[in-house]
T-cell receptor, first 113, second 111 residues
Framework: DAKTTQPPSMDCAEGRAANLPCNHS???????VYWYRQIHSQGPQYIIH?????ETNEMASLIITEDRKSSTLILPHATLRDTAVYYC??????????????WGLGTSLAVNP | NAGVTQTPKFQVLKTGQSMTLQCAQD?????MSWYRQDPGMGLRLIHY???????DQGEVPNGYNVSRSTTEDFPLRLLSAAPSQTSVYFC??????????FGSGTRLTVV
């Protein structure tokens, strides 16, 4: 599975959009982009995933560039409860081979009042 | 659905002791995995299972054993605890594609 690069930290004002970037220049054609977040010391929480089309759900939007080498997670109206570490992961949709799944250190997002 | 349930939430062991971390899921997910998370490091895969009766090693399997006798349960056994195994352990499951559902974690200290 490809490795991802994320900024170590970001700040966002409450109520504003938070745009979290992720680079995955070595992504393979069958690999999806997944985003998770970890609030304090809880277990990671799945947010969204996509292959090449932009995706939106009740939590966030995922924008993937046309060459699929980078993506952006958008929290449209960040709240204090969105303060967390956000992880960008790329992996094949079939979870059967996850020995090389790499979780980096993610981006620590601080939403400020 | 309870999701992924891990027990215990906290545990202190003495060096050399053995113990089992429990993980159960009620979502009928085929795929389950165990991770450890240490300060300054990302989640690291210990062992995983793609279905009942099938397990395989992840990135850091030494010192840990697993078994998968049912779809629901995936216990992690520490054979002889060492201080290097002090960590937070997370169990996760997925139906095969899509996102993982994680448990709330077990915080283990080995003294």
């Amino acid at each position: 599975d490809a490795k991802t690069t994320q900024p170590p930290s970001m700040d966002c004002a409450e109520g504003r959009a938070a745009n979290l970037p992720c680079n995955h220049s070595t992504i393979s054609g069958n690999e999806y982009v997944y985003w998770y977040r970890q609030i304090h010391s809880q277990g990671p929480q799945y947010i969204i995933h996509g292959l090449k089309n932009n995706e939106t759900n009740e939590m966030a939007s995922l924008i993937i560039t046309e060459d699929r080498k980078s993506s952006t997670l958008i929290l449209p109206h960040a709240t204090l409860r969105d303060t967390a570490v956000y992880y960008c992961i790329v992996r094949a949709f079939n979870a059967g081979n996850n020995r090389k799944l790499i979780w980096g250190l993610g981006t620590s997002l601080a939403v400020n009042p | 659905n309870a999701g992924v349930t891990q027990t215990p939430k906290f545990q202190v062991l003495k060096t050399g002791q053995s113990m089992t971390l429990q993980c159960a899921q009620d979502m009928n997910h085929e795929y389950m995995s165990w991770y450890r998370q240490d300060p300054g490091m990302g989640l690291r895969l210990i062992h995983y299972s793609v279905g009942a009766g099938i397990t395989d090693q992840g990135e850091v399997p030494n010192g840990y054993n697993v078994s998968r006798s049912t779809t629901e349960d995936f216990p992690l056994r520490l054979l002889s605890a060492a201080p290097s195994q002090t960590s937070v352990y997370f169990c996760a499951s997925t139906p095969g594609g899509g996102g993982y559902t994680f448990g709330s974690g077990t915080r283990l200290t080995v003294v």
